[in-house]
Each structure stands twice: as structure tokens, then as C-alpha cells.
């Protein structure tokens, strides 16, 4: 990873009123779509959470997830050991037109059958099990949930954020939302129907996350973190 990534971390941080050793970070990956794999977006987030990761809690890692109908930890995602990680869990060569072309398999194509990879996905499930998983003794805890094509049906996905509003974590919302994805829609329904639910914000960059230099995405998923925080109750900051 990049010394000008860390940088531009510790930068956006301090300007955003973040203190280090102070923030859980917690990524969550959508395994339903090929394309952010092949095309570099998911190693993209991968590497940018990584970063931020290390310098808000260093030498803790980052807890990262892959939701599609169920949700699946995957190993710690740590700044020494992201190239590492990304090569395993990050990436996909493009599917080959003939059979004897397929490239050698990583730790994520081997999981393709365990991990129902391609298929339908299950966002409000991801949030449910990622909250089970928290420790009631941690200190705040910063979700980096990724979204690629995402649809929200239902109440399902409302429901399952109004029951971790009372939790100490806060569900930035990233990654595309274009066309075919009804996330921008749903979130601003639930900010403007649902104010007490605090602890969720999408991300809106006037680009892509992976055209939006490090600093400006460091500023953007963190300035709304710390709003969050700072109206907590005291004995829970």
C-alpha cells in the first residue's frame, strides 16, 4: 500500500475530528456480480479500507465480510498483508471463452459453491449477522458496506437497520448507485421516514469511488461518522 494513501488517511482524519486507535472498521463485500471483481473495484475498496483501517485502529485489521444470501467472514484484511488478501479475495480473471483458457483459481473461486457467489443476496441478513458479531465492549465500530447493483425490496432492509439504531456502529453505505439499483432511493426514504435511525449514511461522490482520489472518499465516509458520533451519549463514546 502506498505511503500517499496512508497520507491522505491520516489527512482526511484529522480534518474530520477522527482520532486514532479509537474506530473499529468493518468491510462488507457483495458476492452477487462478477463485474467489480473482474474490473478492479472491489480490490480498489479493499485497499482504500485497508488503509483507513490501520490508521484509525493500527495493527487491529480490518473484519471483513462477503454477504449474498448468507453472509460468510472472510480473514482479517490487514495493511501489511492487503496485496496479499486482495490476490485471494479481491480479484476474478474475466471468464474465459474456452475452457482450456481458465486461469488458475484463487481462495475466492474455490469458495464459489460454499459462498453462493453470483446468486441472490440477502443486504438486510449481512447486517443482522455483522451486528451479531460485534462485542458489546468495543468502542465505536465504522461498517464500510459496498453495494454493486443493489436492489432493496420490502421493509426488510429498513427493519434490520431500525434494529441496530441502538447499536455502537454506524453503516456508511458505498459503491454503485446507478442505474439498476434502488439503495439511493431507499436510504433517502428511510433518512427522511425514519430520522431516529442515525447511524446509516450513503456515500455520494460526484464520481465513481474508484475515480475519487483517496483523500476526498477518506473525507466523505468519515465526516458523517463523526457527526454521528459526537451526539452519542457520552458513555458511549
Not at 489527512?11 to 458476492?31: C, E
Not at 483458457?101 to 447486517?127: S, V
Not at 437497520?161 to 439498476?180: H, P
Amino acid at each position: 500500500m502506498t505511503r500517499k494513501g496512508i497520507y491522505s488517511a491520516s489527512v482526511a482524519a484529522r480534518i474530520s475530528g477522527t482520532k486514532r486507535h479509537s474506530t473499529r472498521v468493518v468491510l462488507a463485500l457483495p458476492g452477487a456480480h462478477r463485474h467489480p471483481f473482474e474490473t478492479g473495484v472491489i480490490a480498489d475498496m479493499a485497499r482504500r479500507v485497508a488503509t483507513l483501517g490501520d490508521f484509525l485502529a493500527p495493527g487491529a485489521g480490518v473484519d471483513a465480510w462477503m454477504y449474498t444470501s448468507h453472509t460468510h467472514r472472510l480473514p482479517e484484511l490487514r495493511l501489511s498483508q492487503a496485496a496479499e488478501w486482495i490476490a485471494d479475495w479481491a480479484v476474478l480473471p474475466r471468464e474465459p471463452l474456452l475452457s482450456h483458457d481458465a486461469a488458475r483459481g484463487n481462495r475466492l473461486t474455490h469458495h464459489t459453491a460454499p459462498y453462493e457467489l453470483f446468486g441472490p443476496e440477502d443486504a438486510a441478513e449481512a447486517i443482522r449477522g455483522i451486528t451479531r458479531s460485534l462485542r458489546a465492549d468495543e468502542g465505536p465500530t465504522l461498517v464500510l458496506f459496498f453495494v454493486w447493483g443493489f436492489h432493496a425490496e420490502g421493509p426488510y432492509l429498513a427493519d434490520e437497520l431500525e434494529a441496530a439504531s441502538g447499536e455502537n456502529v454506524f453503516w456508511q453505505f458505498v459503491g454503485d448507485t446507478g442505474v439498476g439499483s434502488s439503495v439511493l432511493d431507499h436510504l433517502d426514504r428511510l433518512q427522511a421516514e425514519a430520522p431516529h435511525i442515525s447511524n446509516v449514511n450513503l456515500y455520494r461522490g460526484w464520481d465513481s469511488i474508484q475515480d475519487t482520489p483517496d483523500y476526498l472518499f477518506f473525507r466523505g465516509v468519515l465526516k458523517p461518522f463523526v457527526r454521528w458520533r459526537k451526539a452519542l451519549p457520552r458513555v458511549r463514546n
